[in-house]
């Protein structure tokens, strides 16, 4: 009974902890391309471009970031896998299909992004999954 309420408090914890890592990651990594972005644009840079990239960033921070990744710990914990490889990986491709999930019912042509985009949500996710892993999901 103290396990079950342990893991119950334990996960969520966990889980806004690797998300706050995941996050940390791609503002770090993707902060370079913001700016080789707006550094394209001219000197001044207008409002309507600031409110595009939050916009951008508000879209991101949606369902369609969690859903993938709240799948993925159900499953290990349902399961009680320990693996670091299942949370890593899985971490790096629940991140990786946002851009995905996001473009559901647009043209083909939308799907394509910049290599740089993937590599960048990819390295999150895998810093999320470690991090969810060393927390959680080693006792699961």
């Keep these: 009974m103290m396990r079950a309420l342990g893991r119950i408090i334990l ?13 940390f990651v791609i503002f770090s990594l993707g902060q370079e391309r913001v700016v ?4 394209t644009r001219p000197d001044e840079v207008p409002f309507g471009a600031i409110l595009d990239i939050v916009a951008m960033a508000l879209r991101f921070a ?25 949370y890593i990986v899985g971490g790096g491709v629940a ?6 999930l996001t473009r559901i019912g647009q043209p083909a042509t939308v799907l394509e992004l910049s290599p740089v985009v993937w590599q ?3 390295t999150a996710g895998f810093a999320g999954g470690f991090v969810y892993w060393l927390l959680a999901g080693r006792t699961a």
Excluded: K
């Design 62 to 86: 949606t369902v369609h970031t969690l859903v993938p990744a709240l799948l993925l710990v159900i499953v290990g914990e349902a399961a009680r896998i320990r693996s670091a490889v299942y």
């Design 11 to 23: 996960l969520p914890i966990a889980f806004v902890l690797a998300a706050a890592v995941t996050l």
């Design 95 to 100: 991140l990786a299909v946002v851009p995905l």
């Design 120 to 122: 960048v949500l990819a």
């Design 36 to 39: 080789q972005a707006i550094s």
